[in-house]
């Protein structure tokens, strides 16, 4: 207060700080599983949770793991082909070694679906996960006490999912839950047989993690240009 009445008495004023104009696009798939985001954030030493949302509905799974390698990404794609109710049609995920790799890709492969790995450095392409990640440890994880050893992080993990899916209203989906935002478009997942068709006809291959696959998709971009 004393800082702000001798600015005030010598009429200082404010510096302006201009925020610069972001170039991203907001944009949101309309078909639920057309394109699911994972990423993985630590919780605490030995405790990292893996996110997936869905672009369209919002819909998420969270699990917790002792360690982020490749076998826990494999075995968290179980469980969210378990728990969302429609087909996946693409996965999303950064450049972490995690899920950027051969095994990990076979198994997508095995459950007909699309690995489409973001531009390195551009976390904002991922921002849905991102965004979810941080939601999840200010309103959820702050509150708790994770230095108990008693706690079961999976199953609390698992009863803030099922409220944040059912119960918790979204800005971004006009207040709805993900839930209410999955019965308006319901009518519009595809089944099955028709994913797996396209699938094959993609002749989809596995995606080496260098930077010849930024060239590939440089290249592709320009023909679907032309």
Known sequence: MTVWRIFSKHKVQPILKRRKK?????????????????????????????????????????????NKKAS????????VLNTLPFPIQHIQTDWGT?????????????????????????????????????????????????????????ALAIEWQDFYNNKRPHSSLNGKTPLEKLKDVEA???IQPDITKEFWESNEKILTRNYEYLSYLKHKNKALKK
């Open 98 to 154: 995690e899920f950027f790799n051969d095994a990990f890709q076979y198994e997508l492969h095995e459950h007909f679906i699309k690995y489409r790995p973001i531009k390195p450095r551009s976390p904002h392409l991922n921002g849905k996960v991102e965004r979810t990640q941080q939601t999840d440890k200010s309103e959820f994880w702050f509150l708790l006490d994770l230095s108990e050893p008693t706690l079961d992080l999976n």
């Open 188 to 190: 519009l997942i595809p």
């Open 22 to 66: 972001s170039g991203y696009k907001r944009y949101s798939k309309e078909t639920p599983g057309d394109r699911v985001q994972i990423d993985v954030t630590k919780i605490k030493n030995k405790a990292y949770q893996f996110t997936a949302i869905d672009d369209c509905t919002r819909m998420k799974v969270i699990r917790i793991y002792p």
């Open 72 to 79: 826990s990404s494999i075995d968290f794609l179980g469980e």
